[in-house]
């Protein structure tokens, strides 16, 4: 027998309404949720992991820039993160974003993938889903309490210490089964494992980092161009997995309800078929700190035309070169028994001095920028909108807008590491060499070897005609990160202007055979 309802056409008005799924700008507007967890001491591996405190951290530090409430866990037991799991379910309301970072071990069993705490006791296969936290279970739970997004970025195809106790290989992670509104990433491919890179971050998170920061993208999309250029920098031998249903516009950056204008989002070249060869293996020297003086800017020479370029300028690519000695903290490098070259009277002809760009009343119409002023009208001492529009205003080419947003937002926190790098930046590029190389100290003395750092610092280095600096700090950030395009194309510019010509080449070939927009990225630099 069927049972008909009749419904008030106002209810069932309302009831229409509440199943729609939510529009891009209530998705901007939720609540964000995050748990951000680096387990790095697994007491059965030979040697603790080196990447997943500092992945987690960064990670951390960019979702609270973009909005989201987060807690961050180090080296949790099975009963920390499971308790951890439910303070996040506790604080997801009806159509907030919920979002899960995990960095460590990672285990398939059962067609299930399962996060493996650090205390895990794990000598078989049942031993993985009794001592695992399962994604599926996780995702599902999510999805109970009322999520309208949840994402879930995993960096565990890891080789591990346990899969060789009941497997002759290791099987990597599952395909997952999620709920509508899912968006997952795993750091390599479906039942693969990669090794770590050696550094003290993963490929991986650089990349992600890198584009969850460009100014209008959607998920999917930053999420798709984290892919191609992991794929690109490892030579493919290490391609993240995605799988996506979500059923609305999501943006990592708050307040973007549509691609971005301007050429901010750019179609990526498909990977370079074949690697250049490796560079040969030569020992640097050890550097030893010293303070370096730049020489005051050239006055500005306005060229024709100022594209838009991404901000900070770190393309992480592959690369055999051997990694510089261990820097001191909070020093500024110089090669070892080479005395700091003396400041010269203005820049080189090589590096030119940008305009600054196009005015705030220009820019006003922009949707990311307009919505961040809007947030700075009602409060403005916003920290983490002056950063993003500090960001936008850079990506757009408008640098001295950029440098101001990045001015206050040092203000409100004047131990902003991020907003001193990219106020170096910024300030390098417009070609305020002595204030930007204050600025990439500083931020060097917060955070010692801090790469996106000493990249900036070798740029301006390398634009004040200093290339013997120039070299040391892209040594540096290459020890650090040995896969960084932009420290090993700069690196080359700087062999070359120091005389050594072959080893020159070899550092720009191998870079723009790994991104061949490096050439172009370096001109917008005002570095030719």
Same mark, same amino acid.
């Given at each position: 027998?069927?049972?008909?309802?009749?419904?008030?056409?106002?209810?069932?008005?309302? =009831?229409?309404?509440?199943?729609?799924? =939510?529009?891009?700008?209530?998705?901007?507007?939720?609540?964000?949720?995050?748990?951000?967890?680096?387990?790095? $001491? %697994?007491?059965?591996?030979?040697?603790?992991? $080196?990447?997943?405190?500092?992945? +987690?951290?960064?990670?951390?530090? !960019?979702?609270?820039?973009?909005?989201?409430?987060?807690?961050?866990?180090?080296?949790?037991?099975?009963?920390?993160?499971?308790?951890?799991?439910?303070?996040?379910? #506790?604080?997801? $309301?009806? #159509?907030? &974003?919920?979002?899960?970072?995990?960095? #460590?071990?990672?285990?398939?069993?059962?067609?299930?993938?399962?996060?493996?705490?650090?205390d895990? *006791?794990?000598?078989?296969?049942?031993?993985?889903?009794?001592?695992?936290?399962?994604?599926?279970?996780?995702?599902?739970?999510?999805?109970?309490?009322?999520?309208?997004?949840?994402?879930?970025?995993?960096?565990?195809?890891?080789?591990n210490?346990f !899969?060789?106790?009941?497997?002759?290989f290791?099987?990597?992670?599952a395909p997952?089964?999620a709920?509508n509104?899912?968006?997952?990433?795993?750091s390599?491919?479906?039942s693969?494992?990669?090794?770590?890179?050696?550094?003290?971050?993963?490929?991986?998170?650089?990349?992600?980092?890198? !584009?969850?920061?460009?100014?209008?993208l959607?998920?999917? !999309?930053?999420?798709?161009?984290?892919?191609?250029?992991v794929?690109?920098?490892?030579r493919?031998? *290490?391609?993240?997995?995605?799988?996506?249903?979500?059923?609305?516009?999501?943006?990592?950056?708050p307040g973007?309800?549509?691609?971005?204008?301007?050429? /901010?989002?750019?179609?990526?070249?498909?990977?370079?078929p074949?690697?250049?060869?490796?560079?040969?293996? &030569?020992?640097?020297?050890?550097?030893?700190p010293?303070?370096?003086? &730049?020489?005051?800017?050239?006055?500005?020479?306005?060229?024709?035309?100022?594209p838009?370029v991404p901000?900070?300028?770190?393309?992480?690519?592959?690369?055999? /070169? /051997?990694? +510089?000695?261990?820097?001191?903290?909070a020093t500024?490098p110089?090669?070892?028994?080479?005395? +700091?070259?003396?400041?010269?009277?203005?820049?080189p002809d090589?590096?030119?001095?940008?305009?600054?760009?196009?005015?705030?009343?220009? =820019?006003?119409?922009?949707p990311?920028?307009?919505?961040?002023?809007?947030?700075?009208?009602?409060?403005?001492?916003?920290?983490?909108?002056?950063?993003?529009?500090?960001? &936008?205003?850079?990506? $757009? #080419?408008?640098?001295?807008?950029?440098?101001?947003?990045?001015?206050?937002t040092?203000?409100?926190?004047?131990?902003?590491?991020?907003?001193?790098?990219?106020? @170096?930046?910024?300030?390098?590029?417009?070609?305020?060499?002595?204030?930007?190389l204050?600025? @990439?100290?500083?931020?060097?003395r917060?955070?010692?070897?801090?790469?996106?750092?000493?990249?900036?610092?070798?740029?301006v280095?390398?634009?004040?005609? *200093?290339?013997?600096?120039?070299?040391?700090?892209?040594?540096?950030?290459?020890?650090?990160?040995?896969? =960084?395009?932009?420290?090993? %194309?700069?690196?080359?510019?700087?062999? *070359?202007?120091?005389?050594?010509?072959?080893?020159?080449?070899l550092?720009?070939?191998?870079a723009k055979?790994?991104?061949?927009?490096?050439?172009?990225?370096?001109?917008? %630099?005002?570095?030719?």
């Amino acid at each position: 027998m069927r049972i008909h309802f009749i419904f008030p056409v106002t209810l069932l008005a309302s =009831l229409m309404l509440s199943l729609m799924p =939510l529009s891009p700008l209530a998705a901007a507007g939720a609540d964000r949720f995050a748990l951000v967890i680096g387990n790095a $001491k %697994y007491p059965d591996a030979d040697a603790p992991l $080196k990447e997943p405190i500092n992945d +987690a951290h960064d990670v951390a530090d !960019e979702l609270k820039r973009d909005g989201f409430n987060v807690e961050v866990g180090e080296n949790m037991t099975g009963d920390a993160m499971r308790r951890g799991f439910d303070r996040l379910y #506790g604080r997801i $309301k009806p #159509g907030s &974003v919920a979002l899960i970072f995990f960095s #460590g071990f990672g285990i398939q069993s059962s067609r299930q993938s399962y996060l493996i705490p650090v205390d895990a *006791q794990i000598w078989t296969e049942p031993d993985v889903r009794r001592d695992g936290i399962s994604l599926e279970i996780v995702l599902g739970e999510i999805n109970n309490r009322g999520a309208g997004v949840k994402i879930a970025l995993i960096d565990a195809s890891r080789r591990n210490p346990f !899969e060789r106790r009941f497997r002759s290989f290791s099987a990597g992670l599952a395909p997952v089964i999620a709920p509508n509104g899912t968006l997952v990433m795993y750091s390599a491919a479906l039942s693969s494992v990669i090794s770590e890179n050696g550094g003290d971050h993963s490929l991986f998170v650089q990349e992600l980092l890198k !584009e969850i920061r460009v100014p209008g993208l959607m998920a999917e !999309e930053a999420l798709e161009r984290t892919r191609v250029g992991v794929s690109r920098a490892s030579r493919r031998e *290490q391609v993240p997995s995605i799988s996506s249903s979500l059923a609305e516009d999501f943006s990592f950056i708050p307040g973007v309800g549509g691609p971005p204008s301007g050429p /901010t989002v750019a179609t990526l070249p498909p990977p370079t078929p074949e690697p250049a060869p490796a560079p040969p293996h &030569v020992e640097p020297s050890a550097p030893k700190p010293v303070e370096v003086s &730049v020489p005051p800017p050239a006055a500005p020479v306005t060229p024709a035309v100022t594209p838009p370029v991404p901000i900070p300028p770190t393309t992480p690519a592959a690369t055999a /070169t /051997t990694p +510089a000695a261990t820097m001191p903290a909070a020093t500024v490098p110089t090669p070892a028994a080479t005395p +700091a070259p003396s400041p010269v009277a203005t820049a080189p002809d090589t590096a030119e001095t940008k305009s600054d760009g196009p005015t705030a009343l220009a =820019l006003a119409d922009d949707p990311t920028i307009k919505s961040l002023t809007a947030k700075l009208a009602d409060n403005p001492d916003d920290q983490n909108a002056l950063y993003r529009r500090g960001q &936008v205003y850079a990506s $757009k #080419g408008a640098y001295s807008l950029a440098v101001k947003d990045f001015d206050d937002t040092i203000r409100l926190n004047p131990k902003d590491v991020e907003a001193f790098n990219n106020r @170096c930046w910024a300030r390098t590029i417009i070609g305020d060499l002595q204030a930007a190389l204050k600025d @990439c100290n500083e931020a060097l003395r917060l955070r010692p070897n801090f790469v996106d750092a000493l990249d900036s610092r070798g740029l301006v280095n390398l634009k004040s005609g *200093q290339a013997k600096n120039a070299i040391a700090d892209f040594d540096a950030a290459l020890k650090i990160n040995p896969r =960084l395009t932009s420290s090993l %194309y700069g690196r080359g510019l700087a062999k *070359q202007r120091n005389g050594s010509i072959g080893e020159g080449e070899l550092d720009i070939s191998n870079a723009k055979a790994m991104d061949p927009n490096i050439v172009k990225e370096f001109a917008d %630099y005002g570095v030719r």
